[in-house]
């Protein structure tokens, strides 16, 4: 999630001026915090101190807030949300092993075998100019493995979870 680093809202007051409940909630994508459309960003004022709610007591919070706060650690718990997560780590940690294997075999082999890396394949195409070529190619592959994984295996779960978690959030009064 992106921070506003308590910068205010271009159409004027702060961050406390704004109240979104939602982890999810993405200001800059929402359009808070770009330019004016005028070509110059909008001017910069930092907040203060007062209008940080850091770390706020439960008994100052607005009435919605504990309850929301207490949606998403319920949600966080539940079964779905572990499964969505199990899912994405089975993943990613194993493509992240294999990528660093790869890539760190490539940089040792250009190191410490250069007559290897050095040696023709066709041409002037060598082992070490088609091994940094697949060092291109695996990460567009990867890319393409975990973007395909997400949409097959993730996406839907995930979207489903957060459906739930809004429906949740709206019957306990929290702002969705």
């Known amino acids: 999630m992106q921070q506003s680093n308590d910068r205010p809202h271009p159409g004027g007051g702060g961050p406390a001026d704004v109240g979104h409940d939602d982890p999810w909630y993405d200001a800059l994508a929402s359009g808070w915090g770009e330019s004016t459309g005028t070509g110059a960003p909008p001017a910069v004022h930092p907040a203060p101190p007062s209008v940080r709610p ?41 493509a992240i092993v294999v990528f660093c294997a790869w890539y760190v075999a490539y940089v040792v082999a250009a190191t410490a075998a250069p ?21 291109f190619l695996t990460t567009f592959l990867l890319t393409w493995a975990y ?16 459906w739930d978690t809004q429906e949740l959030a709206r019957e306990r009064g929290g702002v969705s």
């Open 115 to 135: 007559d290897l890396m050095a040696r023709p394949v066709a041409g002037a195409v060598n082992v070490g100019l088609l091994a940094g070529l697949g060092q």
């Open 54 to 94: 850091a770390a706020e007591p439960a008994a100052r919070r607005p009435e919605g807030a504990a309850d929301t706060a207490d949606v998403y650690l319920q949600v966080q718990r539940s079964a779905a949300f572990q499964e969505v997560r199990s899912r994405y780590r089975r993943f990613v940690v194993p």
């Open 147 to 162: 973007t395909r994984h997400a949409r097959l295996r993730r996406d839907r779960a995930a979207l489903e979870l957060r």
